[in-house]
């Protein structure tokens, strides 16, 4: 699987370098932070202040909208401004359907990006199906039109990337390949094959998408395929495209992007915010940390890390990588929750008081037992540590005190403990270690009862290999014995190798049983950057990075059958965040979805006001999609599967959707969030508030 080198082990994938301005991207060298400006490119004092700011926030290359000819001439005064200034920082054009602006951008800027999808495209949403000379024809016209830039961008040593988004791939692509994560590498690839044919080397890749899971099958497929066709490995530029705003934008980012430098992959981020693009720069520095250390370590101890990788071979992801296939596992009933199998993944949290205060504790199980939020996020199950059955008892004594009976999670480190509960308690963790005595048969026939046994190895110096081991003989016995209620997993600091390892041992040995991602996020330190602070949460950067990237790698692959989070977190911004990793891989829908773009010179309208605004009226609807967008670039192909859609179409002006079909045209703004519930009522999807909310208490 060439992808990756072997998806056990992080390794970084080595590329060319491809000049960027003053600095270099691709190679060893680091992870660098990108961003956009927001302003009006013709207000050149608006833009050139952006830009200042961006780069006073450490920003390594800013990129700035050049829909048109006078946007692309203004960027040569832009440019001056900001280098008389002394800001060097790199600039990229972003560029969309105008070749023209392009060939113009590319005599100011260090970088200039242009979107395969609508270069020279007019997107036409045509069903048509291309004979092989007429899909020809159209590759004739595209070398025609991207020529004059490559020789251009050559001439004048300036970068290019070329940057698919999922949202706006051309008719060509999508009927051939369909709006697939294939259709998207192959788009990316038509422009590619152009650069080399004249020895054109200095690109990136990118391959944006408001879904992170699609996201993360287009980038893994490109290297796949490009690695092999192309003269040289590439650079890629990573991002979630449309992520949104506060936790559920850097969640997403999070997810998408970290799932990717876990893999080794990526040069250059960028997290698309729909807020000031400076929050972005502090929020990308977050989540690049670890790598980029882990590069710093590299570079001082070459010898070591070249002897460790030259021992690694190249083996088979446990997971599907260009297409999400859930992890098959049975289905087990754990109190009157079903668990694997086709259930949604379960959420459970630990206990964070002291089981000498009996009331706390069981104050503590109570408030995470209901619903929290409107949609009804909860802990499904709490879980206690302890070895003493009789403080076991006298937490429960005291919930039926209060008439209250959630699902309850103990957990042990000895065998006779758990037997000694198991007609007692829903759900029992036994905690595996080194040097335990093997289970026998007989040990586990006496676990065979009410309680579901979740076999938990906490590693400590075991290799990844040796633990998955220890987990599928101890899980063989299970199935001897006939213990079906039963689950395992594993505690360490970084989940995800131990986990895929474990995935690849049951899979070779046929065991079926659900896994249970189990993340201790103490050890994780609070983030040295107080800007990177998350609007409306006291939730911790580091924090959020950390849990959303380990979480979400490994549910993006399809693994995972319950959520088990432990963390210095308020107990409120822990059900937050589980839920919100479980709704930015589509992989449990609790509440409303938005995808909206960070805004760009192209918006006609204020995007955090509007955005905003429809998160007020609609986000109590739990499971509707809906596609917040500044302007028409991107819109209605980002929205590609979202239920409804709000588009800038022109000053003061919106457009409304259902699915991909303008069922709205050109509102006054005025009255367009009005018209927007409006239109949700009249398909049936709108439901009260006070509705939701009585639904979720009962």
Not at 27 to 43: A, L, W
Not at 403 to 417: A, C, G, H, K, Q
Not at 584 to 595: D, Q, S
Request: aromatic share 8%.
């Amino acid at each position: 699987m060439s992808y990756v080198t072997n998806p056990y082990a992080y390794r970084r994938r080595e590329t060319v370098e491809v000049g960027f301005g003053i600095i270099k991207l691709g190679g060893m060298n680091p992870i660098r932070v990108e961003s956009m400006t927001t302003t009006d490119t013709m207000d050149t004092n608006a833009t050139v202040d952006q830009c200042r700011r961006l780069y006073e926030a450490g920003c390594e290359i800013i990129r700035i909208t050049a829909p048109s000819m006078k946007e692309a001439e203004n960027l040569g005064e832009i440019s001056k401004r900001l280098r008389k200034m002394g800001i060097q920082t790199p600039l990229v054009a972003d560029i969309h359907f105008t070749p023209n602006a392009a060939m113009k951008a590319a005599e100011f800027v260090e970088n200039v990006r242009i979107n395969p999808g609508n270069y020279a495209d007019r997107k036409k949403f045509a069903v048509h199906e291309y004979t092989d000379s007429e899909y020809e024809e159209e590759l004739a016209r595209i070398h025609d039109q991207f020529k004059p830039l490559v020789l251009k961008c050559k001439e004048y040593g300036r970068s290019m990337r070329i940057g698919t988004n999922h949202g706006s791939l051309s008719d060509r692509i999508m009927n051939r390949y369909g709006d697939t994560p294939l259709g998207m590498v192959e788009s990316a690839l038509e422009f590619a094959r152009i650069c080399e044919l004249y020895g054109y080397y200095d690109f990136i890749f990118s391959m944006k998408s408001s879904n992170p899971q699609v996201m993360i099958q287009a980038y893994r497929l490109l290297v796949e395929k490009a690695d092999k066709e192309l003269k040289h490995k590439y650079p890629l530029h990573l991002g979630v495209t449309e992520a949104g705003n506060c936790e559920e934008g850097r969640v997403k980012s999070a997810i998408g992007i970290g799932a990717l430098l876990e893999d080794g992959l990526g040069d250059t981020i960028r997290v698309s915010l729909t807020e000031d693009p400076v929050n972005e720069v502090h929020f990308g520095f977050e989540l690049v940390k670890k790598y980029n250390d882990k590069l710093w370590i590299k570079a001082n101890n070459v010898g070591e890390f070249a002897k460790r990788f030259a021992q690694l071979k190249e083996e088979e992801p446990p997971f599907t990588p260009f297409e999400f296939n859930r992890r098959p596992s049975q289905k087990i009933l754990v109190g009157h929750l079903e668990v694997g199998g086709d259930a949604v993944p379960r959420v459970e949290l630990e206990v964070k008081e002291s089981l000498s205060d009996i009331e706390k504790v069981r104050d503590e199980i109570i408030f995470s037992a209901k619903p929290f939020l409107a949609e009804g996020a909860k802990s499904e199950f709490t879980s206690i540590e302890t070895e003493f059955i009789d403080e076991v008892k006298a937490v429960q004594k005291s919930l039926e005190e209060k008439f209250v009976s959630p699902i309850l999670s103990v957990s042990v480190n000895e065998m006779l403990t758990a037997q000694a509960l198991v007609n007692s308690v829903d759900k029992i963790r036994l905690n595996v270690k080194r040097g335990d005595a093997p289970f026998d048969a007989d040990g586990l026939k006496h676990l065979v009862g009410k309680a579901a046994i979740e076999f938990s190895f906490v590693k400590d110096e075991e290799s990844d290999v040796a633990i998955a081991e220890i987990l599928t003989r101890i899980a063989e016995k299970c199935k001897a014995v006939g213990l079906e209620k039963a689950m395992f997993s594993i505690q360490a600091k970084d989940i995800i190798f131990p986990y895929r390892r474990l995935a690849q041992a049951f899979n070779a040995a046929n065991v079926k049983y659900p896994i249970a991602l189990r993340y201790d996020a103490r050890h994780i330190a609070p983030s040295e950057n107080t800007n990177a602070k998350i609007p409306d949460s006291t939730t911790d950067a580091s924090a959020l990075c950390a849990i959303a990237v380990q979480f979400g790698s490994l549910l993006c692959d399809g693994i995972g059958d319950v959520v088990a989070l432990r963390s210095n977190l308020l107990r409120g911004d822990e059900l937050n965040l589980v839920y919100n990793i479980l709704q930015a891989t589509r992989y449990r829908m609790t509440k409303t979805e938005f995808i909206s773009c960070p805004s760009c010179g192209r918006t006609l309208f204020d995007l955090e006001e509007v955005t905003a605004k429809i998160k007020a009226r609609t986000a109590h609807l739990k499971g509707l999609k809906i596609g917040i967008m500044g302007c028409i670039v991107n819109g209605p192909g980002e929205m590609a599967d979202a239920d409804f859609g709000y588009v800038g179409t022109g000053v003061g002006q919106i457009s409304l959707y259902v699915g991909k079909e303008v069922a709205k045209r050109n509102i006054p703004e005025a009255e367009a969030v009005d018209r927007l519930v409006e239109l949700i009522k009249e398909h049936g999807k709108w439901r009260e508030p006070e509705e939701v909310a009585t639904e979720s208490e009962a």
